[in-house]
């Protein structure tokens, strides 16, 4: 059982470049989420989906675009790095929402140069 | 609205006892706890939900007093292996989404 698989675990980026940040869970989940780790503080909350074709906006969702076409997936799309996109990003899955747990991929450190 | 959390950052000798808060200014349906150790994802430790129900981990305890909208994370007979960030989440419904936050983290490093 994989769980939550994301890809890639390292990326570098140029000012102004677009990338894809890839997430699969394979538990049959209907809530995943994205959220980014800055350095030492905690996690912030990007998107968000409940079930395939809904998704919508955590706490920092500027300059990024989600998409949920299936079940399994749930990229992320940066459009014009900036350093300030900087970070580690967490993608995170749950069967039914805020009362059951969460289960994190290893995560994608990002950085923007 | 992040919660907060006390203390920042703790540091034990194996077998002592911890305490780690988290604190909300609004009324809460459930507490998320997690672990998270240097350069891995978070771990899920426990849950409380308003009303009582608890899920987690047999080893682990924690309280959740609704009123006050705080939790308390209680690790006993510290192990070397309970060192990392600890994290709690807190949500007012019963499901993520943008009104579910975490806290900024307790630092926990146990000492042989």
């Known amino acids: 059982n994989a769980g939550v698989t994301q890809t890639p675990k390292f990326r570098i980026l140029k000012i102004g470049q677009s990338m894809t940040l890839q997430c699969a869970q394979d538990m049959n989940h209907n809530y995943m989420y994205w959220y980014r780790q800055d350095p030492g503080m905690g996690l912030k909350l990007i998107y968000y989906?409940?079930?395939?074709?809904?998704?919508d906006k955590g706490e920092v969702p500027n300059g990024y675009n989600v998409s949920r076409s299936t079940t399994e997936d749930f990229p992320l799309r940066l459009e014009l790095a900036a350093p300030s996109q900087t970070s580690v990003y967490f993608c995170a899955s749950s069967y039914s929402g805020g009362d059951t747990e969460a289960f994190f991929g290893q995560g994608t450190r990002l950085t923007v140069v | 609205q992040q919660p907060v959390q006390s203390p920042q950052a703790v540091i034990l000798r194996e077998g002592e006892d911890a305490v780690i808060n988290c604190s909300s200014s609004?009324?809460?349906?459930?507490v998320h706890w997690y672990r998270q150790k240097h350069g891995e994802a978070p771990v899920f430790l426990m849950i409380?939900?308003?009303?009582?129900e608890q899920k987690g981990h047999e080893k682990i305890s924690a309280s959740f007093n609704e009123k006050k909208q705080q939790s308390s994370l209680y690790l006993t007979a510290s192990q070397l292996s309970y060192s990392g960030t600890y994290f709690c989440?807190?949500?007012?419904?019963?499901?993520?989404?943008?009104?579910?936050?975490f806290g900024p983290g307790t630092r926990l490093s146990v000492l042989p």
């Open positions: 989906s409940v079930g395939a074709g809904i998704t």
């Open positions: 609004k009324a809460l349906y459930s």
């Open positions: 989440g807190t949500g007012p419904l019963p499901h993520y989404g943008q009104n579910f936050v």
């Open positions: 409380l939900l308003k009303g009582g």
